[in-house]
């Protein structure tokens, strides 16, 4: 379980450790292609208020591909408390560390408005000054919008312990209960590209540094792996129960 588990984190870890190997760093929207339009539209999956049809949608599929529907929704029960957990968790540090986003410096770089003004009006204040800026500015209005509503700290990123967290629970549940279920393991590859995905989206829309996600990944990997010790000595979660 652990292992897999492991295996699966560090899928994860190597988009921020190729985003440092390559010593890639946001370079603004000036190359903005239709595969950034893409990773917008994957991104906003993770987004409020879409992550909760994401969260609803995965619930669903899980709910049909565990044949004891007491255990499914024992599953579906945990599932809610470890993204709340975690969207917690993330929340906390945020606060705490105070990090400006990539968009945010730039900002702050080219025009009057600096990070620690910006980070010290209220949100909606916050979501003008970003609609403003890009006012004049040759940008895709996805992308305006979708910045405008994450005016938050950086660190650690909300979208990537999200995408982390359905992997994580996508591998613990598929290892404890899905040994014999293609159903479930089709499922755990497909939730992994995704969460690939959301992270790459993360870092090239620049909404955060590859700390950000390197953080919220060994959180969601932290968190998972306890719980996953814990989980099996329930009697819902036990194997005679499939």
């Keep these: 379980?652990?292992?897999?588990?492991?295996?699966?984190?560090?899928?994860?870890?190597?988009?921020?450790?190729?985003?440092?190997?390559?010593?890639?760093?946001?370079?603004?929207?000036?190359?903005?292609?239709?595969?950034?339009?893409?990773?917008?539209?994957?991104?906003?999956?993770?987004?409020?208020?879409?992550?909760?049809?994401?969260?609803?949608?995965?619930?669903?599929?899980?709910?049909?591909?565990i044949r004891n529907k007491k255990q499914a929704l024992a599953v579906i029960a945990v599932m809610a408390i470890s993204v709340g957990v975690t969207q917690g968790v993330k929340s906390v540090l945020k606060t705490v560390f105070a990090e400006p986003r990539p968009f945010i410096v730039q900002l702050g770089e080219k025009s009057s408005v600096s990070p620690d003004y910006f980070y010290g009006q209220p949100r909606k204040v916050r979501e003008q000054i970003v609609l403003d800026y890009y006012a004049d500015k040759q940008i895709d209005m996805?992308?305006?919008?979708?910045?405008?509503?994450?005016?938050?700290?950086?660190?650690?990123?909300?979208?990537?312990?999200?995408?982390?967290?359905?992997?994580?629970?996508?591998?613990?549940?598929?290892?404890?209960?899905?040994?014999?279920?293609?159903g479930m393991k089709y499922l755990t590859a497909g939730i992994a590209v995704w969460a690939v995905l959301i992270l790459v989206s993360r870092l090239r829309l620049g909404m955060h540094y590859p700390v950000d996600l390197l953080a919220s990944v060994l959180i969601a990997w932290l968190f998972h792996c306890v719980l996953f010790v814990l989980l099996p000595r329930w009697r819902i979660f036990q194997p005679k129960n499939q």
Aim: charge should be positive; include cysteine.
């Design 1 to 65: 379980m652990l292992k897999r588990l492991s295996l699966y984190t560090l899928l994860l870890c190597c988009v921020p450790f190729f985003a440092w190997l390559i010593n890639w760093h946001w370079q603004g929207d000036t190359n903005y292609t239709q595969i950034d339009t893409l990773l917008y539209f994957i991104t906003e999956t993770g987004s409020s208020p879409y992550a909760i049809l994401t969260c609803a949608f995965f619930a669903l599929v899980y709910f049909f591909a």
């Design 142 to 182: 996805h992308l305006v919008h979708h910045r405008s509503k994450e005016t938050g700290y950086s660190f650690p990123s909300g979208h990537s312990i999200f995408a982390a967290t359905w992997l994580m629970l996508a591998v613990g549940f598929g290892q404890l209960l899905g040994r014999n279920n293609k």
